[in-house]
């Protein structure tokens, strides 16, 4: 049978490659083709399409006789291949064969084939959704979603959030696909007005300033103290992108001040206008960035995001970037104390170089990214007693403890996350332990030590972050026990086995303690100050019990005949419901306290979403 391919117009013009197949050039919405795709290779547009030559004899065609066709576009490989070899002889007198069948009836078999299991869908031209990669540090670990039962596109739907596989092997890649009304949010923050912005003087007049000021110098100085103590931001003089940002980020803790708690109760100022008053006004110091540009940066680092249920946004991670790069322009990344300059200034600028550094490295925890920081490259890492003194509240203790913690954390994530060091662990539970003990070691010293001398109003937030690291290095120690294709050798059997149960056996301890602090949350923490990645660290306590929940029912659905049950003296099906009644008693505890801390709903919605779709629609069993 002829095989016949469909009228293509001029604007629907075919590919090179499928003109030179003589296939039908099928196009779902922009390039490439569906058998560029499949083939592997670029989908280009570059071949002229050659007009047909004037018949040699004067016979014209016969009326409703059809034209004679076109020779096909050759290349000019070929084309200049066929002149080299035949020297003599012009085009028109060259006898060019129609394509082989073959090849037409092979292109069409291969389009069916794809065309039954369905072509990948492409992350780049997603019509309704946004795509970020999950990674492997962030509040869903990649070793439970690939547990997860996938259709036909590798994809799993939430209600305003799609989970996409793309890779499942030692280190298993999902990608998290977020509804346009999620991204119209995020989009709105990093948004730049085209209106002419309203002077700061009229949203916030300098009185109401100072009183917002008070409150940053009270709730968000002692943690990260990024203002000179001895000189605030004075309303009518300091930078509009600097005030701007401090009163966005005060705004959460009017009700403490006596004045505020009545003046703005019905007519707070706009969170969104003052955001996009500083973004403007920092967009527009970025070719000549100072002090007080750094300052704006970080402070719009620490804001947390309007909407409670969702983290951060990659306008977020955009910005921190961008900081960094600022810093690197004014020579934060160097350590000042020996300078030649005011001793304030010297001050300012340690404190500064620290709080950046602590930043990427929580932030780039919080959204399982690489740090943009190298230790090698950055020297303030740590914070000492010089320079945190403040005339009315002493010495700072939390940023000591803190960039203490920091560096245990930079070491977690460049020793058992990095992209290198992922790969070679995975399998290998001897080298994971090795690597594991040093920092744990190094996390129960520290926990020792900052229990006997942090103070009440900021240990709740401290002692998290402390669990956080914790159930990071936990779950890289279960990462080559988790794997699917990763199996012991006969000789390394009972080692790996003793291994296993011994880490879930501390795993289950620190998931104890971790839910023990939630549930010890008192007044004083909830109007604490919350850096924006502690919705995630909230969400690894209840994800880790996740991940315990889905390993042990799969140990105990894979167990055969020749497998007893009873391993290590622990029956996986009473560690099953054991860990079921824990989860359940997990997202109580979470429910009560996210009444009163808004941090909390983010990791409550992220298991709640597990339940609310089903447990064996979401992981095949019950």
């Known amino acids: 049978m002829e095989h016949r391919r469909r009228y293509m117009s001029k604007t629907q013009r075919a590919c090179d490659g499928c003109r030179s197949r003589k296939s039908a050039c099928q196009i779902d919405v922009a390039p490439p083709c569906r058998l560029c795709r499949a083939h ?30 076109a020779l096909p576009a050759i290349s000019p490989a070929i084309d200049s291949a066929a002149r080299s070899s035949f020297p003599s002889q012009s085009h028109e007198n060259l006898d060019y064969p129609d394509p082989q069948p073959d090849q037409a009836m092979f292109d069409d078999l291969f389009l069916s084939l794809y065309g039954t299991q369905g072509l990948p869908r492409s992350l780049d031209n997603l019509q309704d959704a946004t795509a970020q990669l999950c990674g492997l540090t962030g509040d869903m670990d990649p070793y439970v979603l690939q547990h997860y039962k996938y259709d036909a596109n590798s994809e799993f739907a939430f209600s305003r959030l799609t989970i996409r596989q793309v890779q499942e092997s030692q280190l298993p890649v999902q990608f998290l696909l977020s509804k346009q009304e999620l991204a119209n949010e995020a989009r709105a923050e990093a948004a730049l007005s085209t209106s002419e912005p309203a002077n ?26 990024i203002l000179c103590d001895s000189a605030p931001p004075d309303p009518k003089t300091a930078p509009t992108h600097l005030l701007a940002a401090i009163y966005c ?12 708690c009545v003046e703005l109760a019905y007519t707070p100022p706009s969170a969104q206008t003052l955001l996009n008053m500083a973004w403007r006004s920092l967009n527009q110091s970025l070719s000549q960035p100072t002090i007080s540009s750094i300052q704006t940066a970080i402070i719009l680092l620490l804001r947390l995001p309007t909407n409670a249920l969702v983290l951060d946004s990659a306008w977020k991670w955009t910005l921190l970037g961008m900081t ?45 990214r690489p740090s943009h920081i190298s230790r090698e490259d950055w020297l303030v890492i740590e914070l000492t007693e010089f ?60 926990a020792q030590r900052v229990s006997s001398t942090s103070s009440q109003e900021a240990s709740a937030p401290l002692f998290m972050a402390y669990h956080a690291v914790r159930i990071l290095i936990f779950r890289a120690l279960l990462r080559p026990f988790n794997h699917t294709k990763s199996q012991p050798s006969p000789q390394d059997k009972d080692e790996w086995d003793a291994a296993k149960v011994h880490i879930r056996q501390a795993a289950r301890i620190e998931v104890d303690a971790a839910l023990s602090r939630v549930s010890s949350l008192a007044a004083v923490d909830y109007q604490a100050f ?15 019990i996740f991940l315990l929940t889905v390993t042990c029912h799969l ?26 009644k824990l989860l359940d008693d997990a997202r109580e505890v979470f429910r009560l306290h996210a009444r009163s801390l808004d941090i909390i709903k983010f990791a409550l919605l992220r298991i709640d979403a597990v339940f609310w779709m089903g447990w064996e629609k979401v992981l095949g069993f019950s």
Request: proline content about 8%; hydrophobic content about 40%; some cysteine.
């Open 200 to 225: 700061l003087d009229v949203i916030v007049p300098p009185e109401i300033g100072h009183r917002l000021i008070k409150l940053f110098l009270r709730f968000i100085q002692p943690q990260f103290p």
């Open 249 to 260: 980020i005060a705004q959460p803790f009017i009700t403490f001040d006596d004045h505020l």
């Open 387 to 446: 320079g945190l003194t403040s005339e009315g509240q002493g010495v700072y203790t939390f940023p000591l403890e803190f960039s203490e913690l920091t560096t245990i954390l930079d070491s977690t994530l460049s020793s058992l996350y990095s992209l290198r060091a992922s790969a070679a662990l995975s399998c290998d539970f001897r080298k994971t332990f090795e690597t594991a003990r040093p920092l744990l070691a190094k996390l129960a010293d520290w």
């Open 324 to 368: 960094v790069s600022m810093a690197h322009t004014l020579g934060l990344h160097l350590d000042p104390q020996s300078w030649n300059l005011p001793q304030a200034e010297i001050v300012l600028r340690r404190r500064l170089s620290w709080s950046i550094y602590a930043l990427d490295k929580w932030l780039a925890f919080s959204f399982g």
């Open 40 to 69: 592997g290779q670029p989908c280009e547009f570059t071949s002229r399409v050659r007009r047909k030559k004037s018949p040699r004899n004067d016979s014209l065609p016969l009326p409703g006789s059809s034209p004679p066709t």
């Open 530 to 544: 919350w850096a924006p990645w502690y919705k995630t660290c909230f969400a690894l306590i209840t994800h880790l």
């Open 555 to 580: 140990e105990q659905r894979n167990t055969t005949d020749d497998q007893p049950e009873m391993e290590q003296g622990i029956n996986s099906d009473t560690e099953y419901h054991a860990l079921r």
